[in-house]
Antibody, heavy 117, light 110 residues
Framework: QVQLQESGPGLVRPSETLSLTCTVSGGSISSYYWSWIRQPPGKGLEWIGFIYYSGSTNYNPSLKSRVTISVDTSKNQFSLKLSSVTAADTAVYYC???????????WGQGILVTVSS | QSALTQPASVSGSPGQSITISCTGTSSDVGGYNYVSWYQQHPGKAPKLMIYDVSNRPSGVSNRFSGSKSGNTASLTISGLQAEDEADYYCTSYTSSSTLVFGGGTKLTVL
């Protein structure tokens, strides 16, 4: 059974860079797409972007200028960096496996990241 | 890319059937059979309920079904149960090789 676990700081200062890591267990990160999704408090889900295990990426156009997703196959991890954050980036951030780049079949439990000074 | 359009809320009584719509464009919902649906209970991660418009993952009740006509996809839940009360989100693959979510629908079981 594939399991995903997000980790990283729960508090980020405005204008700084949010950095999160997703650790995959119970299966290899190879041969799959992996994605980040976020959900502001009380609001809906927003797709952030995905990465293939080989390193190719695609991002939500509305966030593209600030987002970088990377993968470390040796550690079975992938990561998210979101730069120049504001209060609007406060959200629960989920990592998920994106099967065939089409649907999310496994999700992490989510991590709340608050942007505040 | 614009979010897919879902009704903000739907409701139904136990045993009844409800349908949640998800409207996009020919560049997403209408262009591909790659619509998926997720159930999210409060404080929990979303759970995949339907993929590729109408396929159910192993372990998902057959009370959940999906369909699509033109630019609108639909999720139908039959024989409503109290445990079905949750938020539901649709997602579609797009012509830009990106993913887009619907705004979400809150299902209330009366």
């Amino acid at each position: 059974q594939v399991q995903l676990q997000e980790s990283g700081p729960g508090l980020v200062r405005p204008s700084e860079t949010l950095s999160l890591t997703c650790t995959v267990s119970g299966g290899s990160i190879s041969s799959y797409y992996w994605s980040w999704i976020r959900q502001p408090p009380g609001k809906g889900l927003e797709w952030i972007g995905f990465i293939y295990y080989s390193g190719s990426t695609n991002y939500n156009p509305s966030l593209k200028s600030r987002v970088t997703i990377s993968v470390d196959t040796s550690k079975n991890q992938f990561s998210l960096k979101l730069s120049s954050v504001t209060a609007a980036d406060t959200a629960v951030y989920y990592c998920a496996r994106l099967y065939d780049a089409i649907y999310f079949d496994y999700w992490g439990q989510g991590i709340l990241v608050t942007v505040s000074s | 890319q614009s979010a897919l359009t879902q009704p903000a809320s739907v409701s139904g009584s136990p045993g009844q059937s409800i349908t949640i719509s998800c409207t996009g464009t020919s560049s997403d919902v209408g262009g591909y059979n790659y619509v998926s649906w997720y159930q999210q209970h409060p404080g929990k991660a979303p759970k995949l309920m339907i993929y590729d418009v109408s396929n159910r993952p192993s372990g998902v009740s057959n009370r959940f079904s999906g369909s699509k006509s033109g630019n609108t996809a639909s999720l139908t839940i039959s024989g409503l149960q109290a445990e079905d009360e949750a938020d539901y989100y649709c997602t579609s693959y797009t012509s830009s090789s990106t993913l887009v979510f619907g705004g979400g629908t809150k299902l209330t079981v009366l």
